[in-house]
């Protein structure tokens, strides 16, 4: 897919958040991105349901196994050419809701190539810390590289072991 976003010259504080989210995905630096995350509440649901990955109630059960199983994965998912985070349209709807269709690659240390393409609803909200954070996010996966993916991650530390 060759379309790329450029954001607006003055984004919203909502849209801002999701954009400082982005950026630190792509620096693969967790605790950035931990950041636009609210501390006060935090829904993630990966769907669709089949993928049967749960839904996330809080931001410390989404991080953990983040920070456990798909973090160490990779040793970064630079925004380049190739690899990363790439963002090809973002819609903002009212009450703080930013739409994205995104895509993500990169290569494992096992390496296996990773590719996903995803529609990000996220909802974002002005916390008790007085910032605009991330409450809720839906991340819909392309169910099929997803489930390729994880198969042949199973199959390569199966194989090493």
């Known amino acids: 897919m060759s379309t790329t976003y450029v954001p607006p010259a003055n984004p919203s504080p909502e849209l801002r958040a999701v954009l400082a989210w982005i950026d630190a995905c ?3 630096e967790v605790s950035a991105f931990a950041a636009q995350m609210s501390d006060d509440e ?22 953990a196994p983040f920070e456990t199983r798909f973090h160490p994965l990779f040793d970064s998912f630079e925004a380049s050419s190739s690899h990363g985070l790439k963002v090809h349209e973002i819609i903002e709807a009212p009450e703080g809701r930013i739409i994205g269709h995104v895509s993500a690659s990169g290569k494992t240390k096992l390496g296996i190539d990773f590719a996903n393409e995803y529609m990000i609803l996220c909802t974002v909200r002005k916390d008790s810390s007085g910032e605009y954070k991330m409450v809720k996010v ?13 198969a042949a991650v199973q199959a390569a530390t199966a194989g090493a072991s």
């Not at 993630?44 to 993928?51: C, D, E, G, N, R």
């Not at 099929?144 to 994880?150: M, N």
């Open 26 to 28: 792509n620096k693969w």
């Open 42 to 63: 935090y829904h993630h649901a990966v769907l669709p349901s089949s993928l049967g990955v749960p839904e996330s109630k809080t931001k410390a059960e989404w991080l």
């Open 138 to 150: 839906k991340e819909f996966m392309d169910s099929k590289a997803v489930s390729s993916f994880h």
